[in-house]
C-alpha cells in the first residue's frame, strides 16, 4: 500500500466552519430582488375527476400575480423509468397531495389566502390503495389508463421491457434468472416460506424542499434547488419547457440533508413555470406537512421469500416476490427503486438457483420516492430475518450459516457479474466477535435481553458519469470544479483532500469552486453513494492532466526533459537540482493566461443486463465489466432490551463495519456509519407514515417519531468499525458505502428481538403493539 | 396592525416593524436578514430554529416576535467573541466532526450553549435529555455528544 498524506487522514471538513457560524448559503437562506412566493394547491381526494377549476375569487386577492393550473403548463411527462408526472394535475388527480393549481403573490400570506379561493369540483373516482390488489392483472382500478403510451426516460429506451400489457399499474417489472429454482427447490433438505413488510417512511431532511427560479433577460432560467443531480435535472427541465439546455442553469447551494429524497425532480418545474409566466423571480418553500406529501417516502414493501437449503446449510435455491407500492405517480424514483432493490439480493450470497420479479406498482396513495438504499434496506430486511430463521431451522449458528454461503472475490453473483472488493465476511467477523462480549446493564424485571446480527450490501449504479476540472493560478490557488452536490456526506472534503493528495499540498489551499451547471462540468450528482467513486475518480483524472501540464511547463522553464521534473509536495523541480524549486502555482503563471486546467472524465463501461433473465453477457463478465460499478459491504450487530409488559423494544448497543474500499477520510466514514446506524433505529422501531383512505395522519415530527438523542444509545455503547477491501477501479481503493450504513440495521433489530422474546416481527417498524401482541399470542412465557 | 418593537440582538438594539401574527424566526431570517437560524418544522419539534431568549433556549418558530419586545434575543450570528474568535462550542463542533448536512446545527449549538449556561458540568445523560428537543437526520448524535461534552471546560474558562 503506497503511503499517502492526505487520503485516508481525517482532515476537518472544509464546510465545517461556514456551518457552525451560519454561514452557510441554504437553498432556503437565498432571495432575490423582486421575488415572488408560490404556494400549491393540492388534491384532497386520492382520486378524482377534475370538473372544474375556478379562479376568478382567487386572482382577485391583493398581491397574487399569477395562478396556474394543469392546462397552463407544458403537457410534457417527467420520471427516471416511465415519464408518468404533469407538472400540474391534468384532468385527473391520483393522490392526495397532487398539484392541482400553483399561485405566485407578493407574500406568502396572499398566495395562501388565494389557494383558499381557488375554487375545484371534483368527481371522486374509486380509489385503490393496496399494491398486491394493484399489482394483478385484474386489478379493480387502473390507475393510469394511458400508461403504455407514456414515454420511456431515455435510459430505457433501449431495453425498454419495463412494464408489462396484462398489469396495467406496474410501471416497472425487473426480473432476474439464474439456474433452475424450481429444480433448486427439489434438491433442498429444506425449504422456508416468508412474507415480509416494510413501513412508508420519511427521509425527514430537517431543510424543507425550496426552489428558486429567476426568469433572465434573454428568456432563460436560472434555478436553485434542494435537491441534488443539478446537471441530469437541468437536463429534464429543458426537456419539459422545450428550452435549449444552454437556456437552463442550475445553482447548487448546501442541501440540508437528503438521504434518498433529493435525486428527485420534485415539483421545481412548478416553480419555473411560475416563473416564465410572471416574468419575476419566484421562491417555493415547502411545509413541513407538503414534505410528508410531496418530497418523498420511502416506499411501503411487500417481500416474499423462498429459501432452499441443505442441510450443510448450502444455499441452493431462493425465489424473491417484491411488490413496490408507489403512489398515483411514480414521481421520479419508484420505477427505478424496484430495479435497484434486486441488488441487496445480488451482492452478498452465492446461490446457484435464483429467482426474483420486482414490481413497481401504481396506488392512490400519496406519492413515493427514493429513500437512502433505494430498495437495499427493504430487501434486506427480509433476507436477514430470513437467515435467522432458516440457521435455527437448521440448528446452525446464524454467523456460521452466512459465512458459509457468503459471495467470495471472482465468483459470479446471480447476475453473472464477477465479485470483486467483497469485504462481507470482514464486517461479518468484526461484528461477530462484538457482539459475543457481555455488557451490564441495569433492567428491571419486565425487560428481556436478546442480540442480532446482520449482513448486507449496497451497490453504486452504473453506467454514470463524472467529469471534474482544476485550475491552478497564481494567484487563486488551486480550485476544484465537480458536481458532486454537498448534502451533509462531505464529497467536498473527500474531493479535496483528493485534490490535495494530487498535489502533494494542504487541503486548506485548495478551493471548492460553487456548484453551478454554468462552470461545473458534467456529473450525475449526489446519490447511489456514487460521488467518491465515481466523481472521485474524475477530480483524480483532473488533477492527473493539470500535474501533466505542469510537468511540461516546468521542464520548459527548466530547460530539462520533463521526465526529470520531481512535483512534489507543492513544488516543481528539476531532479538533480532540488533547490531550484519553485511553487506549482508560479510554474502556472507562465501559461498564457496564467491558468493551468487540467480536466477529468472518469467514464466506465459497464455490462447491461438482458431484461428477461437479468444476467449479464458473460464474455464481458468475464473481461471484469460489471452491473454495477461497486458494492459496499456492511454488517450490523445489536443488542436490545424488549420490555414483555409494554412491548416496548430499546437498544441498549449497536455496532457496524463496514467495507468502503479506502476510508479517504475515517472521522467522515464514522459520521456516516453512525448516521446510518440512527436511521436504522428509527425505520426499525419507530417510524412509519400513517395513511387512512390515502391521507397522511402524522405529516408532522409531532405524531412521526424519528429518533431523538434519547433513542440512541450512549456513546460507550456504540461501535463503529471498517473492514475495507480496496476496490480496483475506485480513487485508492475506495467506493461509496452512504446508504450501506443504514442497510441491515431493521433486520439486526428484529434478529435481536427474536433472541430477546422468542417472537419474529415481520412487519417493520418493530413498535410496543407488535411486539406485546406478539408477546401474548406466544404460547410460551417469558 | 403593524407596530414597531426593540429587539435588542446579539448585543444591538434594534427597531423593527413587524406585524403581530409573525414569529422571531420570520423576523430574524426575512427582517433582519440573520439566516443562521433555520426553520425546520414550524411546529416546535425539531429546534433548528432555537434561539435564546433572555439566555433560554426557545424555538422562535413558535415565539412571536412582539413578544419578545425589549428582550435579549442571542443568535448563531452573535456566538463569536469580541477579537472574531469562535465560540467554544463552534470549535467543538468543527474539531468532533458534529456537522454534518449542518443544517440543524446552528439550533444545536444555540441549545447547547443555552445548556452549559444552566448545567455548568452536564454529564452525557444531561446533554442527551436536554438537547431532545433538537432533531438531526444525519448524525445519530454521537459526535454532538462529543463536541458538548469537550466544549463543557473550555466554555467555562471563557466565561
Known amino acids: 500500500m503506497p503511503e499517502f498524506s492526505v487520503v485516508g487522514k481525517s482532515i476537518i471538513r472544509v464546510d465545517a466552519l461556514e456551518k457552525v457560524t451560519g454561514k452557510a448559503v441554504f437553498c432556503s437562506d437565498i432571495k432575490l430582488p423582486g421575488m415572488l412566493h408560490a404556494k400549491v394547491l393540492r388534491s384532497p381526494y386520492p382520486h378524482a375527476k377534475i370538473v372544474s377549476i375556478d379562479t376568478t375569487k382567487a386572482n382577485q386577492v391583493p398581491g397574487v400575480k399569477c395562478i396556474l393550473t394543469g392546462k397552463d403548463v407544458p403537457e410534457k411527462r417527467y420520471g427516471s423509468t416511465v415519464r408518468d408526472a404533469t407538472i400540474i394535475a391534468r384532468d385527473v388527480v391520483r393522490a392526495v397531495g397532487e398539484a392541482v393549481a400553483a399561485v405566485a403573490a407578493e407574500s406568502v400570506e396572499a398566495a395562501d389566502k388565494a389557494l383558499g379561493l381557488i375554487d375545484v369540483k371534483y368527481e371522486q373516482l374509486p380509489p385503490m390503495f393496496d399494491p398486491e390488489e394493484a399489482v394483478g392483472t385484474k386489478p379493480p382500478v387502473t390507475i393510469h389508463p394511458d400508461l403504455f403510451n407514456y414515454e420511456l426516460a431515455s435510459s430505457f429506451f433501449k431495453t425498454g421491457k419495463l412494464l408489462e400489457f396484462d398489469r396495467p399499474n406496474v410501471m416497472m417489472h425487473f426480473k432476474i434468472r439464474r439456474g433452475e429454482v424450481v429444480k433448486g427447490f427439489e434438491i433442498s433438505d429444506l425449504v422456508v416460506e416468508n412474507k415480509f413488510t416494510t413501513a412508508r417512511a420519511q427521509q425527514c431532511p430537517l431543510e424543507l424542499q425550496v426552489s428558486i427560479v429567476q426568469p433572465e433577460a434573454d428568456g432563460s432560467l436560472t434555478l436553485w434547488m434542494s435537491s441534488t443531480m443539478m446537471h441530469p435535472a437541468r437536463m429534464d427541465f429543458s426537456r419539459l419547457f422545450d428550452l435549449p439546455l444552454s437556456k437552463v442553469r442550475v445553482g447548487q447551494p448546501y442541501v440540508g440533508g437528503s438521504f434518498g429524497r433529493s435525486a428527485s425532480r420534485g415539483e421545481h418545474p412548478i416553480t419555473m413555470a411560475l416563473a416564465l409566466k410572471t416574468g419575476r423571480p419566484v421562491k417555493h418553500v415547502y411545509t413541513r406537512e407538503e414534505m410528508f406529501y410531496r418530497a418523498g417516502n420511502r416506499i411501503p414493501f411487500t417481500v416474499y421469500i423462498k429459501d432452499g437449503i441443505k442441510k450443510d446449510g448450502t444455499l441452493v435455491a431462493r425465489e424473491l416476490k417484491i411488490i413496490l407500492g408507489g403512489g398515483g405517480i411514480g414521481e421520479f424514483t419508484v420505477g427505478l427503486v424496484a430495479k435497484n432493490c434486486a441488488f441487496a439480493a445480488v451482492g452478498t450470497y452465492r446461490i446457484t438457483n435464483f429467482k426474483l420479479d420486482s414490481y413497481g406498482v401504481y396506488t392512490n396513495n400519496p406519492v413515493a420516492a427514493g429513500f437512502r438504499g433505494f430498495g437495499s434496506g427493504e430487501v434486506t430486511f427480509a433476507i436477514e430475518s430470513q437467515m435467522d430463521i432458516v440457521a435455527e431451522k437448521l440448528g446452525m449458528d446464524p454467523v456460521e450459516f452466512r459465512r458459509k454461503n457468503i459471495l467470495r472475490e471472482g465468483e459470479p453473483n446471480v447476475t453473472g457479474e464477477i465479485t470483486h472488493s467483497t469485504g462481507g465476511a470482514g464486517c461479518l467477523n468484526k461484528v461477530s466477535e462484538w457482539i459475543k462480549s457481555d455488557e451490564k446493564f441495569s433492567l428491571d424485571g419486565a425487560w428481556r435481553r436478546g442480540k442480532g446480527i446482520a449482513l448486507a450490501n449496497k451497490y453504486t449504479l452504473a453506467p454514470s458519469t463524472a467529469s471534474a476540472r482544476v485550475e491552478v493560478t497564481k494567484e487563486e490557488g488551486i480550485v476544484i470544479y465537480h458536481g458532486a452536490e454537498e448534502v451533509g456526506q462531505g464529497c467536498d472534503t473527500i474531493m479535496a483532500q483528493i485534490v490535495a493528495e494530487e498535489f502533494g499540498v494542504q487541503v486548506d489551499e485548495v478551493r471548492t469552486a460553487p456548484k453551478d451547471t454554468l462552470h461545473t462540468p458534467f456529473d450525475s450528482g449526489a446519490y447511489s453513494s456514487r460521488q467518491t467513486y465515481w466523481s472521485g475518480n474524475a477530480v483524480r483524472l483532473a488533477c492527473v492532466d493539470a500535474k501533466e501540464k505542469i510537468l511540461d511547463k516546468a521542464g520548459e522553464i527548466f530547460g530539462v526533459h520533463r521526465d526529470e521534473v520531481e512535483l512534489k509536495e507543492g513544488f516543481v523541480y528539476p531532479k538533480r537540482v532540488p533547490d531550484k524549486k519553485i511553487r506549482i502555482a508560479e510554474a502556472c503563471d507562465s501559461f498564457i493566461g496564467g491558468r493551468i486546467v487540467g480536466n477529468g472524465n472518469f467514464v466506465q463501461e459497464f455490462a447491461a443486463e438482458d431484461p428477461e433473465t437479468g444476467q449479464i453477457d458473460p464474455e464481458l463478465a468475464a473481461e471484469g465489466k460489471r452491473l454495477n460499478s461497486s458494492y459496499a459491504h456492511t454488517a450490523k450487530g445489536v443488542e436490545v432490551a424488549v420490555n414483555i409488559e409494554t412491548g416496548e423494544v430499546k437498544v441498549l448497543r449497536c455496532a457496524t463495519a463496514n467495507d468502503m474500499g479506502f476510508p479517504i477520510n475515517p472521522k467522515i466514514c464514522e459520521q456516516q456509519a453512525e448516521g446510518g446506524l440512527g436511521m436504522g433505529i428509527g425505520l426499525g422501531i419507530y417510524e412509519e407514515v400513517l395513511l387512512k383512505e390515502g391521507v397522511i395522519m402524522n405529516p408532522n415530527f409531532t405524531d412521526y417519531r424519528m429518533p431523538t438523542f434519547c433513542e440512541f444509545p450512549e456513546l460507550d455503547k456504540v461501535k463503529i468499525m471498517f473492514a475495507p477491501v480496496p476496490h480496483k477501479d475506485g480513487p485508492y481503493g475506495a467506493k461509496g458505502f452512504s446508504e450501506a450504513a443504514m442497510v441491515g440495521m431493521e433486520a439486526a433489530i428484529a434478529n435481536a428481538v427474536y433472541s430477546a422474546v422468542g417472537v419474529r416481527i415481520k412487519d417493520l417498524p418493530i413498535t410496543a403493539e407488535k411486539v406485546l401482541k406478539a408477546i401474548k399470542g406466544s404460547k410460551e412465557i417469558y | ?159
Not at chain 2, 444531561?126 to 466544549?151: F, H, M, P, Q, W
Open chain 2, 1 to 159: 396592525m403593524s407596530q414597531l418593537i426593540k429587539l435588542k440582538i446579539n448585543g444591538v438594539t434594534k427597531e423593527v416593524l413587524i406585524e403581530p401574527w409573525w414569529s422571531l424566526a420570520y423576523v430574524l431570517r426575512e427582517v433582519l436578514n440573520l439566516s443562521g437560524t433555520k426553520v425546520g418544522c414550524e411546529s416546535g419539534n425539531c429546534g433548528a430554529c432555537i434561539v435564546q431568549l433572555e439566555g433560554k433556549a426557545v424555538n422562535s418558530c413558535l415565539l412571536l416576535a412582539v413578544k419578545c419586545k425589549g428582550k435579549e434575543i442571542t443568535t448563531i450570528e452573535g456566538l463569536k467573541g469580541k477579537d472574531g474568535e469562535l465560540h467554544p462550542l463552534q470549535k467543538a463542533f468543527i474539531e468532533h466532526f458534529a456537522v454534518q448536512c449542518g443544517y440543524c446545527t446552528p439550533g444545536m449549538i444555540m441549545a447547547a450553549k443555552a445548556l452549559l449556561e444552566e448545567i455548568p458540568h452536564p454529564d452525557e445523560e444531561d446533554v442527551r435529555r436536554e438537547l431532545s428537543g433538537n432533531l438531526c437526520r444525519c448524525t445519530g448524535y454521537v459526535k454532538i455528544v462529543e463536541a458538548v461534552l469537550a466544549a463543557r471546560e473550555a466554555t467555562k474558562t471563557r466565561s
